[in-house]
């Protein structure tokens, strides 16, 4: 794929961008000239990102988890002139629940949100971006619960992230022939408020609550977003790909072991006919 760099002067449109690593990459993106549409459920923080981006940057409330509500923002501001070269698709939630504990409506909310969010969004932009000229780029933020093991006790969490690194793989596949970029962003723990993502819950998915502050004690502890900076980089400027940053040191040893795992579970009989 064609190496991205950010040209300034170019739209990136980046949803979650309300907080935490959505803001950051706003902030990483404005800081090489490019004008800024936030994105984010939250609309006064998408505002707040807007205003840390310049005078151009723009900001719109957006749940991406509503296929209507994101086709129309999306039209909305594709007709003011909004046509990004970097669209980065970047919302998702976080949830201690275990796939077969959770209630139905947590389940919805995390699908909703981690799963279907990416391909609404990816379905109401890509349009626009395709027809533009030039180096053109899609990022996905998935998780590094996307290429580990999924174990407890964020297992439903870690379900729906893989299921982001996949539609990721999917606009790889599909983007290559239109020379479109996709990096798949894998970071570790960051000190980011996803641990009290409910506060932004929908009615729809049960309403908003606020968890106990003391929960947050254990991201406020690691690094925060900007250490994704090089790993962004490095990637965009080689075309795209994977883009894995842990913030623990066994993360390596566990994708080795998911890999070992399945590798122990591959069975070529079929391929190599009867004897």
Same mark, same amino acid.
């Given at each position: @794929?064609?190496?991205?760099?950010?040209?300034?002067?170019?739209?990136?449109?980046?949803? =979650?961008?309300?907080?935490?690593? =959505?803001?950051?990459?706003?902030?990483?993106?404005?800081?090489?000239?490019?004008?800024?549409?936030?994105?984010?459920?939250?609309?006064?923080?998408?505002?707040?990102?807007?205003? +840390?981006?310049?005078?151009?940057?723009?900001?719109?409330?957006?749940?991406?988890?509503?296929?209507?509500?994101?086709?129309?923002?999306a039209e909305k501001l594709i007709a003011?002139?909004?046509?990004?070269?970097?669209? %980065?698709?970047?919302?998702?939630?976080?949830?201690?629940?275990t796939l077969s504990g959770a209630k139905?409506?947590?389940?919805?909310? $995390?699908?909703?949100?981690?799963? @279907?969010?990416? @391909?609404?969004?990816?379905?109401? %932009?890509?349009?626009?971006?395709?027809?533009?000229?030039?180096?053109?780029?899609? =990022?996905?933020?998935?998780?590094?619960?996307?290429?580990?093991?999924?174990?407890?006790?964020?297992? +439903?969490?870690?379900?729906?992230?893989?299921?982001?690194?996949?539609?990721?793989?999917?606009?790889?596949?599909?983007?290559?022939?239109?020379?479109?970029?996709?990096?798949?962003?894998?970071?570790?723990? $960051?000190?980011?408020?996803? %641990?009290?993502?409910?506060?932004?819950?929908?009615?729809?998915?049960?309403?908003?609550?606020?968890?106990?502050?003391?929960?947050?004690?254990? %991201?406020?502890?690691?690094?925060?977003?900007?250490?994704?900076?090089?790993?962004?980089?490095?990637?965009?400027?080689?075309?795209?790909?994977?883009?894995?940053?842990?913030?623990?040191?066994?993360?390596?040893?566990? @994708?080795?072991?998911?890999?070992?795992?399945?590798?122990? =579970?591959?069975?070529?009989?079929?391929?190599?006919?009867?004897?």
């Amino acid at each position: @794929m064609t190496a991205y760099t950010p040209k300034p002067g170019d739209w990136a449109v980046i949803t =979650g961008a309300g907080r935490g690593i =959505g803001r950051w990459l706003a902030q990483h993106f404005a800081a090489k000239g490019m004008r800024i549409c936030a994105l984010d459920i939250d609309a006064y923080e998408a505002e707040e990102t807007a205003r +840390l981006c310049g005078n151009d940057a723009r900001a719109h409330g957006c749940d991406v988890s509503d296929r209507r509500e994101t086709e129309r923002v999306a039209e909305k501001l594709i007709a003011q002139g909004i046509e990004p070269s970097l669209l %980065w698709i970047n919302a998702g939630v976080g949830s201690a629940d275990t796939l077969s504990g959770a209630k139905a409506k947590s389940i919805d909310w $995390l699908m909703g949100v981690n799963v @279907m969010g990416p @391909m609404h969004t990816a379905r109401a %932009w890509l349009p626009v971006l395709k027809a533009r000229k030039g180096a053109r780029h899609v =990022g996905i933020t998935a998780s590094s619960a996307s290429v580990t093991p999924v174990r407890g006790p964020f297992t +439903l969490y870690a379900t729906t992230k893989q299921m982001t690194a996949a539609i990721g793989e999917a606009l790889m596949a599909e983007l290559a022939e239109d020379d479109i970029g996709v990096t798949i962003l894998c970071p570790g723990i $960051l000190n980011t408020q996803i %641990w009290n993502a409910a506060q932004a819950r929908p009615e729809r998915f049960g309403g908003a609550r606020n968890a106990p502050d003391e929960l947050g004690d254990h %991201w406020r502890a690691q690094p925060g977003p900007e250490v994704l900076e090089r790993g962004v980089d490095e990637t965009l400027a080689n075309g795209g790909g994977w883009c894995i940053i842990p913030t623990e040191t066994d993360t390596a040893d566990k @994708m080795a072991a998911r890999h070992e795992a399945q590798q122990d =579970g591959f069975f070529d009989y079929a391929t190599k006919g009867s004897d």
